[in-house]
Structures are given as C-alpha cells and as structure tokens.
Nanobody, 122 residues
Framework: QVQLVESGGGLVQAGGSLRLSCAAS???????MGWFRQPPGKEREFVAA????????DYEDSVKGRFTISRDNAKLTAYLQMNSLKPEDTAVFYC????????????????WGQGIQVTVSS
C-alpha cells in the first residue's frame, strides 16, 4: 500500500505561480509518478507524469511550457511547478503513482492522494 499526500495548493491570481508537492510513504522501483486534475463539473484528466529516473516527462498539451514536473526519489516526493496560471487551471489536483514498472506514463495509476484545491482568479 502507498499513501500519497499533496500540499501547496491554494488561491492565486491569473499569471501567478504555485508549486505542488506530493509526499509518498513508499514508491515502487521503476514506476511513474503523475499529476491529474479535476476541474469543477468535469472528469479527472491527466496533467503530467515523470519516469523513475526523471529522464522521461509527459505533459498534457494545455500545460506544456507552463508546468514542470520533477521528483526526488530519496525524499519520496514529486513536485509540480505551475507558472503562468490561468483561470481554466482551477481544479482539484491529485498526485498518483503506479504499482507496475511496465506501465506507461498515462495509465495504471493505482495509488492516489486525497487531492488539493488550486483556484486561479481572473
């Protein structure tokens, strides 16, 4: 079992920045860590993922160039640096990780955090 705890959310004005952190109780070797979000009234969607070594990153198109995902395996922590935030980025953000090192960057996430609110005002 893996517990994930997100932190760093909050209210920010459009154009501002936030850095989300995700602390894990453990990680499975070779697995991705990912960030997802659920905007109000919409389904949860993929945002970004990073491979075990950090050599591979994957971003949803709307956040490319604005968001940066990173991880520190020694600290069992992943980060999401969010710059140039827009009102449409308002959502509950979730951290997730996998149990299968063969999984790809956007699938097979089985461990989830409780979510954290990010609100971007216009």
């Amino acid at each position: 079992q893996v517990q994930l705890v997100e932190s760093g959310g909050g209210l920010v004005q459009a154009g501002g920045s936030l850095r989300l952190s995700c602390a894990a109780s453990r990680l499975f070797f070779g697995t991705y860590m990912g960030w997802f979000r659920q905007p109000p009234g919409k389904e949860r969607e993929f945002v970004a993922a990073i491979s075990w070594t950090g050599s591979i990153t994957d971003y949803e198109d709307s956040v490319k160039g604005r968001f940066t995902i990173s991880r520190d395996n020694a600290k069992l922590t992943a980060y999401l640096q969010m710059n140039s935030l827009k009102p449409e980025d308002t959502a509950v953000f979730y951290c997730a990780t996998q149990g299968d090192p063969e999984a790809n960057s956007r699938a097979n996430y089985v461990y989830w955090g409780q979510g954290i609110q990010v609100t971007v005002s216009s």
